[in-house]
């Protein structure tokens, strides 16, 4: 059995041991997510993307909560960037820290994507 870490501190303290078990479990459940999404990945019934009617000249953005190589996999998957269904995807990684309760991920999207008003 390992050392016992508290939560607030598991990022904070490094213990070897800890970390490489960590890092083991951690790169066979990215490896086991990457087959699954790249493979078998189906939309979510009710998504709507350009082949559902959305015109050309909407932009559209998709955000999963995943890291990056996580979501690309996703979008591979499910072929979206490829045949043009959305324009931009959005992970974790591309999200900073808001306190003005704007969700970050819609914030990143809008300035990427030159979209100046949340209702837009």
Request: hydrophobic share 30%; charged share 30%; with cysteine.
């Amino acid at each position: 059995m390992g050392k016992k870490i508290d939560i607030e501190d598991f990022e904070r303290i490094k213990h070897p041991e800890t970390y490489d078990r960590a890092k083991k479990v951690f790169d066979r459940y990215q490896e086991i997510m990457l087959e699954y999404y790249r493979k078998k990945c189906k939309e979510v019934p009710g998504h709507r993307t350009r082949s559902d009617g959305v015109t050309s000249t909407d932009q559209g953005a998709t955000d999963t909560g995943f890291h990056r190589v996580i979501t690309e996999a996703i979008m591979e998957g499910l072929g979206w960037i490829k045949d043009g269904l959305v324009d931009l995807f959005v992970d974790v990684q591309h999200i900073l820290e808001r306190s003005d309760g704007l969700r970050p991920s819609y914030l990143y999207a809008m300035t990427q994507l030159n979209i100046q008003s949340v209702h837009e």
